[in-house]
């Protein structure tokens, strides 16, 4: 059974740290582009970082940029998304989701498989 499983969320104070983790199982994550997604309330999901198969990544999001970064660790078989300088509008359910087409993409469309999500919640 091909599964990705999100965790590392949590309630953190505003300026606070998260690391999510974006686990595989039934398949190896080298073959795939890496997308983490946030959903708000009310809210579309929105892309906000992506990992090419290759290592390189993009930002989709103004928002965190400076404050997010995302890797992967092949051998680990995880891709990780850190958090810093967090926000209360960083308030959200994040997914991460893989993605066997040619590139890295903002569109959830383009994603082949995803994660149940973990909860992040910005609040003092």
């Known amino acids: 059974q091909l599964q990705l499983v999100e965790s590392g969320g949590g309630l953190v104070q505003p300026g606070g740290s998260l690391r999510l983790s974006c686990a595989a199982s039934?398949?190896?994550?080298?073959?795939?582009?890496i997308g983490w997604f946030r959903q708000a309330p009310g809210k579309e999901r929105e892309g906000v970082l992506c990992?090419?198969?290759?290592?390189?990544?993009?930002t989709y999001t103004d928002s965190v940029k400076g404050r997010f970064t995302i890797s992967r660790d092949n051998a680990k078989n995880t891709v990780y998304l850190q958090m810093n300088s967090l926000k209360p509008e960083d308030t959200a359910v994040y997914y991460c989701?893989?993605?066997?087409?040619?590139?890295?993409?903002?569109?959830?469309?383009?994603?082949?498989?995803w994660g149940q999500g973990t909860q992040v919640t910005v609040s003092s």
């Open positions: 039934g398949f190896t994550l080298d073959y795939y582009h």
């Open positions: 990992v090419t198969r290759g290592g390189a990544s993009a």
């Open positions: 989701a893989a993605s066997g087409r040619i590139g890295c993409s903002s569109m959830v469309y383009m994603y082949d498989y």
